[in-house]
Each structure stands twice: as C-alpha cells, then as structure tokens.
C-alpha cells in the first residue's frame, strides 16, 4: 500500500499546489491513500466546510487538524458530518467530531488515521500517549495499516511518540512547525517516523505568514495581526509504503516539490 501524506496546507497558496500536485502524484506514484493536515488551509488559519470538500476532490481521502481546528467557527457544524476531517482526539470528549478515521483505499483495503495533539507548550489536553493506544487499539481488529498525525511543538515530544508507537503502526508523522526536519527513519520494528512533514504552502515567508509582519512583531514585540503570505506555494510531504500483511512501513520517501517540479509532473500524466 502507498500512502501520501502531506503537511499543514497553508492558505491559498497550499491549497493551489495541492490541487495541482496531488492528482499528478495519486497517478505518477501510484498512490492508494492520500492524507493531508489541513488546520491551516482556510487563509492560514482553520478549516471551513467548503475547504473541506475542496480538498477531498483534490483526491484526499483523510484530513487531519491541530490546535487550529475550531479558528473558524463554521467547522462547529460541519466537522460532526464529515468523518474524514478529524480533530486531534485528545480533546475532551464534549468536543464535536473525531479523532480516527476508518478508511478504504482505492482498491478497497482498510486503512486507520489517527490524530492526536502534543501538551509541550501547546494547550493542556489529555494525555495524547495514552489517548493514541486506544484509538489504535480500537481501529487494529479493522485495520493493519495505521498512520498516525502527531501535532506537536517540542521535537522530543514527536520523537518520544515515534519510539512508543513503533511496531504499533505503520507511520507517525509530526505536523505544527511547518518546518519539514530531515530525520525520516523507519524504526526498528517498523514505523516509518518523521519529526515534521513541513508545510504546503507560500515558503517565502515566515512559517506561512507574511514576512514584513511576523518580523516586525520579533523586532517591537508589539502584537500584530497576522496574515497569509501570497506568492507559488511548496508541497512538503512523505509517501510511505507498508506491507499489508503486517502493516508495517517498507520504505518511506520525504517530498519537498516546488511549483516548478509540479509542472514536470503534469506532462506524465498528460493524456491518460
């Protein structure tokens, strides 16, 4: 099974390359699964309902969220009838929507996605390591291959949570930072793992935001408001691949596309 997934999709500008290069790639890679984080795809900040539909007919077929998730408040009404936006799952359990998803591939197998949030200088929530088993635990007699978002700031956080998980899912994959890390490993007993799959998104900038105002709030310390940078966007993503008799990662590929790498995908796919 080939499995894509794609960090934090930022603003327009993510959402335009992905919508460019998601297909190019479901096709070129032979891709059977595409997740994407999506907390920020509604101009950087949150997730509306009509976004979300926009994204699934990218060919996304799982979305994933973080601390971010209810920025938009028209996400209330929606998440709670779209089993494929999750929000992290370690929210009290008032909290509307869910934070696993039980999914199907193109060829029908069933594939399990996880969403839990880290507590390192996030907002307190449940115990996201004790929350991941049972959500894990509650997908395994369904699923083998399970693929887990942790949203999380602090790296130690992430890599602790890869080395608990390994051999008990297929992927752990940090999103947050919005900066992708070079430390794609599959652990010793199987789990393919990295710190952070990155931002799709307008790279020039300052984690998405506009360079000149987030600059500005480091240089004065005086509170701005903040807004989506424009210009082409970056795709950041892995595409693992997992053995569905064990469910366990066989190889795991980090991407880093610019719009001019998209553009070489586009001619392959041309015509067929």
Do not use: C
């Not at 997934?5 to 919508?19: C, L, S, Y």
């Not at 891709?31 to 976004?51: C, K, P």
């Not at 999750?86 to 039980?102: Q, V």
């Not at 199987?190 to 998104?201: E, F, K, N, Q």
Request: no cysteine; net charge neutral.
């Amino acid at each position: 099974m080939r499995i894509l997934f794609v960090g934090d999709i930022f603003g327009k500008p993510g959402r335009e390359i992905a919508r460019r290069a998601i297909p190019a790639l479901i096709e070129r890679e032979s891709l059977d699964f595409v997740i994407a984080n999506v907390e920020n795809a509604a101009a950087g900040f949150g997730i509306t309902g009509d976004i979300a539909d926009a994204i699934l007919s990218y060919g996304v077929d799982a979305m994933t969220t973080g601390n971010h998730v209810w920025d938009k408040k028209e996400v209330l009404d929606y998440i709670p009838r779209q089993p494929k936006l999750l929000r992290p799952a370690n929210f009290p359990a008032g909290a509307p929507g869910r934070g696993s998803y039980l999914g199907r591939t193109r060829s029908g197998e069933p594939i399990g996605v996880v969403n839990v949030m880290g507590r390192i200088f996030m907002q307190p929530l449940e115990d996201p390591f004790a929350v991941v088993l049972k959500e894990i635990d509650a997908l395994r007699a369904k699923a083998r291959v399970i693929v887990v978002d942790f949203h999380a700031e602090a790296t130690s956080e992430k890599v602790a949570m890869g080395w608990h998980l390994d051999g008990r899912v297929t992927g752990v994959f940090g999103t947050h930072t919005h900066v992708q890390t070079a430390d794609d490993r599959i652990l010793p007993k199987g789990t393919a793992y990295l710190t952070d799959a990155g931002m799709t998104g307008p790279h020039d900038s300052i984690i998405g935001v506009t360079t000149e105002i987030a600059l500005t709030r480091f240089l004065t310390g005086m509170p701005a408001k903040f807004e989506s940078a424009t210009g082409p966007g970056r795709l950041n993503g892995v595409i693992v691949t997992a053995d569905l008799a064990t469910g366990r990662a066989t190889s795991l590929q980090r991407l880093s596309l610019s719009t001019a790498d998209v553009d070489t995908l586009a001619p392959q796919t041309a015509g067929r």
